[in-house]
């Protein structure tokens, strides 16, 4: 006779779901053996566990997770928080997350901010509410790290904070050597001859700020002067509409007297913003301006010419921060670590030296 309570209805008829005691049955062994060969946390011999494991088989039943981590206090998933999915710097920051999660039986939530700080708390505090093991975020937003609300979250759930403002917080972080990454793509610009170098950049960002540092320290350092009309600000940075927000800004500045011979972009998307804003004005790349942008995304090899960039080595980034939080989850007491990654620049076809 069915049993009801251990029935779901499907392609309409009830089908009865096999239960832990079914396994426990049919094995001829407890529901604490069957328990201890499905969780792996305590040694079973050998016949026994063959015994358990074809009888999970026969029986085709699946544990109930949800008890499962009602009892373990762990529900296996893990939160990543990410301001744009159409940045595609985050979502192969991600895939490196992913690989290192899957070896490890973790599920992810992918939560979208659209760069906004409100949009970012509450989507950190809602997979709390879900009971994720641990949060990452990426490029978190400078405010929610100034105010302390990412050092008070670090108190109360496993967290690691992907690049963003670190200086004297209270978090786990893995960074890339933002400040080396742009002092190599400047110092190769002024190498080639140039000196009438603009800065393109996001209106809202950390990352940003500390590249616009390094910009005019460098050139500082070599003497060049710094022209206000050569900080190009756009009002996004992360999403696809930087391209096009990229191509205004730039065409603006290259109509103006005495325009740049090189431009620095901030990330890839800018850069590639950077070259049609060229093109549509009939200027030749490298040959009338250089151009070079920054993380190493696919579609600085699909441009017209390939952009030459600054590699922020995202999958390991991503692959070295979920390792982080995993270690952080397994012993939450160890206290707070800073791993820092180096970038490397990539030359490719859109630079040259500068020619009178």
């Not at 062994?29 to 069957?34: D, K, N, P, Q, R």
């Not at 992918?110 to 409100?118: G, I, R």
């Amino acid at each position: 006779m069915l049993n009801l309570e251990k029935a779901f209805y499907k392609g309409g008829i009830y089908l009865e779901v096999p239960t832990i005691l079914d396994v426990a049955k049919q094995a001829g062994v407890s529901i604490t053996t069957v328990s201890r060969v499905i969780n792996n946390n305590y040694p079973v011999k050998k016949e026994t566990r063959k015994k358990v494991e074809t009888a999970i088989k026969n029986l085709n039943f699946k544990p109930n997770h949800l008890a499962r981590s009602l009892i373990n206090k762990s529900t296996n998933t893990l939160g990543v928080v990410i301001p744009s999915i159409t940045n595609l710097f985050f979502p192969i920051v991600v895939k490196g997350i992913e690989n290192i999660c899957n070896k490890k039986e973790y599920t992810l939530f992918l939560c979208d901010t659209d760069s906004n700080e409100d949009s970012e708390k509450n989507q950190v505090k809602n997979l709390m509410d879900k009971q994720v093991d641990g949060i990452l975020v990426i490029d978190p937003q400078y405010k929610n790290i100034e105010n302390g609300f990412y050092e008070d979250i670090a108190l109360k759930v496993p967290l690691v904070l992907i690049n963003g403002y670190h200086r004297g917080i209270k978090a786990n972080f893995v960074l890339n050597d933002q400040e080396m990454g742009a002092l190599q793509a400047i110092e190769y610009l002024i190498n080639l001859g140039h000196k009438e170098i603009a800065f393109l950049r996001g209106k809202k960002s950390y990352s940003y700020d500390l590249k616009e540092e390094v910009y005019y320290e460098t050139l500082k350092k070599h003497q060049i002067p710094v022209k206000k009309e050569n900080i190009l600000v756009i009002n996004d940075g992360n999403g696809i509409e930087t391209v096009e927000l990229s191509i205004n800004k730039v065409q603006k500045r290259l109509r103006e007297g005495q325009p740049p011979t090189a431009i620095f972009a901030c990330n890839d998307w800018m850069g590639v913003g950077a070259i049609q804003a060229a093109k549509k004005l009939n200027r030749k790349i490298p040959r009338d301006i250089s151009i070079i942008g920054y993380d190493n995304i696919v579609i600085t090899e699909l441009s017209e010419p390939k952009l030459t960039t600054v590699d922020q080595n995202m999958y390991t980034l991503g692959e070295v921060a979920a390792n982080l939080l995993l270690k952080t989850i397994e012993n939450p007491q160890k206290g707070f670590k800073k791993v820092i990654l180096d970038t490397n620049l990539i030359i490719r076809n859109s630079c040259t030296t500068l020619h009178p």
